[in-house]
């Protein structure tokens, strides 16, 4: 065996760290094609067409920063934006709430536990248009099942998404039914890593239940639950199915979010250009959200 | 200790009362879609609702596949989700095994990126391209979006997976003179295999629920089988029988999945937080 064959396999990172990392690369090279075509090009392409005045047919006239002032103009879309912060808002509190509550029983042990988790996370693995249109045969004003439901315990029949000031707690609600798993499973991963000794130590010391979720659940899985808004902050933002199905952005207007607007500009009046334009104003919305989250999370991490 | 014990049963009666009072949205929701897909036109537009089919019909199902041609947006939902999951392992699970041996987390991050972009953010441009290519009406522009679901799916699980999978057995390979492809491929595969499993599942079901790629790609026959089925509710006369059962259809095939393999699932989704579109 030679003397640099003996190096190497002593000391195997610092020989040949350097040349293996590169050679890994080749392994990532045809993935990272892929996602070059279908994600950075097309990325590149859209900054490039929202400079322009872009229709399906016809000329492609460079028109600058055109499309980017009709935005402070265009009141409806002002209007999507707001509606999006309070959709988002909305879809991201009540899942969250939700879930947490959601993890910490299914963290514990009891009967069924397997199957009952299996259920609870079924509406996210369903396909959403399905589902969607489920809804809004239940939503139906006259011959829906949630009315029936609603006045024979006495309560007065809602509107569900066909009235302007119901529409969106309405798409909420179908949101926070579909979602709510995914920020349970989070969750309860991360709880189901917490070590055991605090909790062992508070039952000695007599804590209740919710003293011990509060004392040692919360602060411990905090980072995970973190994570989870996160990761519902983005979907929220670019929820695109439930909304297209059951509602369309209506009734009117009240509930068109900034991707069904996206979508209505793009593909309905085919206004390219302008649309790009939304999709670089969206984009960067989202991007700034993600790291001011990521931000806060690190700060957290630090107390 | 009576009150020890009186509290302790209480804390018990809480928690099953919140699991069903979680569980019963879901439960109760999918019982109804079967209700609805189960029961003929009249009982469905009786009020009050009629809750169980009496009796039960499958005419909802047999009208589904003879008004509607569901038998070839079918197929082209196989094609398409088979395809861009498989095309997805193909690049995917060795993209994962090479950045977690570099150790490359910036590349990481640049997966990420994918799952937090908008779907419809890359369908502007991608239109144009398969007008321009003269794609538009085949599945193959059909089956390179989905790629932008799976792709990120698969490299994702991948590196978890590998960065948990104990080195030393591939380095042993390496100093008996294997190159990194063989002990890729040889070694560090086979014991991938469960996070493979895992990473195929998720891709699949996420290709095949996706909508947004189908509403802007698909021409008249080349639909996938949730644009087909929104389809169903804007161009028939709104009967929910059919409707039910076309959603059930749908979304059959995922919810089997889920219930054969929570264990592979929940697994999945609780490291990655993944999902697709």
């Known amino acids: 065996m030679s003397s640099t064959t003996a190096t190497t396999l002593l000391r195997p990172d610092a020989a040949r760290g350097h040349a293996y990392a590169r050679r890994y690369w080749a392994f990532a090279a045809p993935a990272a094609a892929i996602v070059f075509i279908v994600i950075l090009f097309p990325w590149i392409f859209t900054l490039f067409m929202s400079l322009h005045d872009w229709k399906v047919t016809g000329a492609t006239p460079f028109v600058g920063l055109a499309n980017y002032a009709k935005m402070l103009q265009d009141e409806r879309f002002q209007w999507a934006i707001v509606r999006t912060i309070w959709f988002t808002a909305a879809t991201v509190i009540a899942p969250v709430l ?3 509550w959601a993890a910490v029983c299914f963290a514990s042990q ?10 609870f996370v079924l509406p996210m693995m369903a396909t959403p248009v399905a589902i969607a249109l489920v809804w809004t045969m239940m939503f139906h004003p006259q011959l829906g099942v949630l009315n029936y439901l609603l006045t024979s315990v006495g309560l007065p029949p809602s509107s569900w998404v066909y009235d302007s000031s119901t529409v969106i707690p309405t798409l909420v609600m179908v949101e926070t039914w579909q979602w709510t798993p995914l920020v349970m499973l989070i969750v309860l991963g991360g709880i189901a890593s917490l070590p055991q000794e605090p909790y062992e130590a508070a039952v000695l010391d007599g804590a209740s239940a919710w003293q011990m979720f509060r004392h040692i659940t919360l602060p411990l899985a905090w980072p995970f639950i973190m994570v989870a808004a996160v990761i519902r902050l983005i979907d929220a933002l670019k929820t695109f199915d439930t909304i297209y199905v059951i509602t369309l952005g209506g009734p009117g207007t009240s509930s068109e979010t900034l991707n069904i607007l996206l979508y209505q500009t793009a593909f309905a009046y085919y206004d390219l250009g302008y649309g ?3 999709v670089v104003v969206f984009f960067l919305l989202i991007l700034l959200i993600s790291l001011l989250l990521l931000r806060v999370r690190q700060r957290e991490a630090w107390r | 200790m009576n009150r020890h014990r009186i509290r302790r049963s209480l804390g018990r009666a809480g928690l099953y009362a919140s699991v ?9 929701f999918f019982l109804w879609m079967l209700s609805l897909s189960l029961k003929n036109e009249l009982d469905n537009t009786a009020y009050p609702p009629v809750f169980i089919p009496h009796p039960p019909t499958l005419a909802n199902f047999v009208d589904v596949f003879a008004k509607n041609d569901f038998l070839t947006y079918t197929i082209n939902s196989v094609i398409v989700s088979f395809s861009a999951t498989g095309l997805a392992l193909l690049f995917g699970v060795p993209a994962g095994y090479g950045i977690a041996k570099a150790k490359a987390t910036k590349a990481a991050a640049l997966i990420l990126i994918a799952r937090v972009t908008p779907g419809l953010s890359y369908l502007i441009p991608l239109f144009l391209m398969f007008q321009w290519l003269g794609m538009i009406g085949t599945l193959a522009p059909l089956v390179i979006t989905h790629l932008v679901i799976t792709v990120p799916i698969v490299v994702w699980i991948m590196i978890g997976f590998f960065e948990g999978l104990p080195g030393e057995l591939e380095e042993a390979a390496l100093v008996d003179g294997a190159t990194i ?3 890729f491929l040889h070694v560090a595969m086979p014991l991938a295999r469960p996070g493979i499993m895992v990473a195929m599942i998720l891709a699949f079901i996420f290709s095949w629920n996706n909508f947004i790629f189908g509403v802007v790609l698909a021409g008249r026959t080349t639909r996938t089988l949730p644009v087909a089925v929104y389809n169903v509710l804007t161009f028939e006369q709104i009967s929910w029988g059919p ?4 959603a059930l259809v749908v979304t059959a095939p995922v919810l089997l999945l889920t219930l054969l393999m929570q264990k592979e699932i929940v697994a999945g989704l609780t490291a990655g937080g993944v999902k697709g579109g």
């Open chain 1, 98 to 100: 939700l879930g947490v």
């Open chain 1, 110 to 119: 009891f009967k069924f536990r397997g199957l009952a988790r299996t259920l």
């Open chain 1, 276 to 278: 790009s334009a939304i």
């Open chain 2, 20 to 28: 069903i009072l979680l569980v019963s949205p879901a439960v109760l």
């Open chain 2, 181 to 183: 492809w063989q002990a």
């Open chain 2, 243 to 246: 409707l039910a059962a076309a």
